[in-house]
């Protein structure tokens, strides 16, 4: 059984291999030239969406393949590793990238290959600066999954209703408050109300 990045991968790379695009490659099997376009492949909640059988089907008739060949493509993804949405933690705080839960959505995200299998809901964030030194150093990519639990010590992003993205370590947290400690001793520690954050999703890997 294929994941979700799995099938949408394999679509991306039969479009490749044709030398279209993913709207191209709708276009060509008749279908809704964004059916495929990255933006809809989770909806707004940040719940994944599929590609329903009979549009999968039409591409596989106009590409001229079977299921197996299709598989093949899938497959491939497993022994490469996925494809996960990538963004500047600086950019990412101009607004319109993330859900209210913390999911990525929009249309300015890039995407990079990680290792190995990966939650669905794993995105990346690029750090710029030194604020986050010596625990991360510039260029830095920090793994986010906004689906699971936050933990006092735990490496965080938050984002405040104001808009400001953050990358610190979670020292308390309570119905009423967040207190997040600095990484750079050189940088200040931070306490927030609870309704002045947006959301809190925990860092759970960095690729440097």
């Given at each position: 059984?294929?994941?979700?990045?799995?099938?949408?991968?394999?679509?991306?790379?039969?479009?490749?291999?044709?030398?279209?695009?993913?709207?191209?490659?709708?276009?060509?099997?008749?279908?809704?030239?964004?059916?495929?376009?990255?933006?809809?492949?989770?909806?707004?909640?940040?719940?994944?969406?599929?590609?329903?059988?009979?549009?999968?089907?039409?591409?596989?008739?106009?590409?001229?393949?079977?299921?197996?060949?299709?598989?093949?493509?899938?497959?491939?993804?497993?022994?490469?590793?996925?494809?996960?949405?990538?963004?500047?933690?600086?950019?990412?705080?101009?607004?319109?990238?993330?859900?209210?839960?913390?999911?990525?959505?929009?249309?300015?995200?890039?995407?990079?290959?990680?290792?190995g299998r990966m939650?669905?809901?794993?995105?990346?964030?690029?750090?710029?600066?030194?604020?986050?030194?010596?625990v991360f150093r510039?260029?830095?990519?920090?793994?986010?999954?906004?689906?699971?639990?936050v933990r006092k010590?735990?490496?965080?992003?938050?984002?405040?209703?104001?808009?400001?993205?953050?990358?610190?370590?979670?020292?308390?947290?309570?119905?009423?408050?967040?207190?997040?400690?600095?990484?750079?001793?050189?940088?200040?520690?931070?306490?927030?109300?609870?309704?002045?954050?947006?959301?809190?999703?925990?860092?759970?890997?960095?690729?440097?």
């Open positions: 059984m294929f994941t979700h990045d799995e099938i949408w991968a394999a679509l991306d790379r039969l479009a490749k291999s044709l030398s279209t695009s993913p709207s191209g490659l709708a276009r060509s099997a008749g279908l809704d030239p964004t059916s495929f376009n990255k933006s809809k492949r989770f909806g707004p909640s940040g719940k994944a969406r599929w590609p329903s059988t009979e549009s999968v089907s039409k591409v596989l008739n106009v590409a001229g393949i079977d299921f197996e060949d299709f598989a093949a493509l899938a497959g491939d993804m497993r022994r490469r590793g996925p494809m996960i949405p990538v963004m500047g933690l600086a950019q990412a705080g101009a607004g319109g990238f993330f859900d209210g839960d913390g999911y990525p959505v929009g249309e300015g995200w890039d995407e990079v290959r990680m290792p939650d669905e809901k794993i995105y990346a964030l690029q750090i710029t600066g030194d604020s986050m030194w010596p510039d260029g830095d990519r920090v793994l986010v999954a906004p689906n699971e639990m010590g735990d490496r965080v992003v938050v984002k405040t209703i104001e808009g400001e993205i953050m990358a610190k370590e979670l020292k308390k947290m309570t119905t009423a408050r967040i207190e997040l400690k600095s990484l750079n001793a050189e940088y200040e520690d931070h306490m927030f109300h609870r309704k002045d954050i947006e959301w809190i999703a925990r860092i759970v890997w960095v690729s440097q």
